[in-house]
């Protein structure tokens, strides 16, 4: 089956402007998570989702960043006034319920910010 | 500490045993993971561990845990150029996303 899509492959943008990410989970899978991956920092996480519950959010590193899951499917990464800071992949995971089932990863968005 | 440590490098020579060790932070950790990230690829699952198990054997590779020194290894028989790549250790708790270490780097000559 498919496994965890995610677009665009490659984002450039300029310092300032906004930015969505997509990501496709596995099908069935209700959990779906975001890291980000970055030279300094290695891989961090962002924020999960877990089914209609409310989601976890404390990896945010700033209120410049949110991310919506619509329907329990697809979810979008927004990051506001982008920095060159933020400049990271961006890595979706998915796993069928809760956390301690296994994460599955998509390619990742590459992000760059001029 | 309370980071997921692991070493940055290893260098092996082909047909070695390679063997990347790692220290998580949280004895309560249910899984430990075990992921491989190629160059300009995503990080694909290679194997993983439940911690009520002390090891565990998947074709070239075995994994082994030490709940009490809370250290995680993962060994590659015969290791082969195509094993090159960076290998994450992770962790993971109920109701938290994976932790991370900085990764492996492992580099393969023949």
């Known amino acids: 089956g498919a496994g965890v899509s995610q677009s665009p492959s490659n984002k450039v943008t300029e310092k300032g402007k906004d930015v969505e990410l997509r990501c496709d989970p596995i099908?069935?899978?209700?959990?779906l998570y975001w890291y980000r991956q970055s030279l300094g920092q290695g891989l961090e996480f962002l924020i999960y989702?877990?089914?209609?519950?409310?989601?976890?959010k404390s990896g945010l590193p700033s209120d410049r960043f949110s991310a919506e899951r619509t329907g329990g499917s697809v979810s979008t990464l927004t990051i506001q006034r982008t920095q060159q800071e933020d400049s990271a992949v961006y890595l979706c995971?998915?796993?069928?319920?809760?956390?301690?089932?296994?994460?599955?990863f998509g390619p990742g968005t590459r992000l760059t910010v001029l | 500490g309370e980071d997921v440590e692991q070493s940055l490098f290893l260098s092996v020579r082909e047909g070695d045993s390679s063997v990347i060790n790692c220290t998580y932070t949280d004895s309560s950790s249910t899984y430990l993971y075990w992921y491989k990230q190629e160059p300009g690829a995503g990080l694909q699952l290679l194997t993983y561990i439940f911690s009520n198990m002390d090891m565990k054997q998947d074709q070239r590779l075995t994994v082994l845990l030490n709940k009490k020194d809370k250290h995680l290894s993962l060994r590659i028989a015969d290791t082969q150029t195509g094993d090159s790549a960076i290998y994450f250790c992770a962790e993971v708790q109920a109701g938290t996303a994976l932790i991370f270490g900085k990764g492996t780097t492992l580099s393969v000559s023949s």
């Open positions: 989702f877990q089914g209609n519950s409310a989601p976890d």
């Open positions: 099908s069935g899978h209700t959990a």
């Open positions: 995971a998915s796993s069928l319920t809760a956390t301690t089932d296994t994460q599955y």
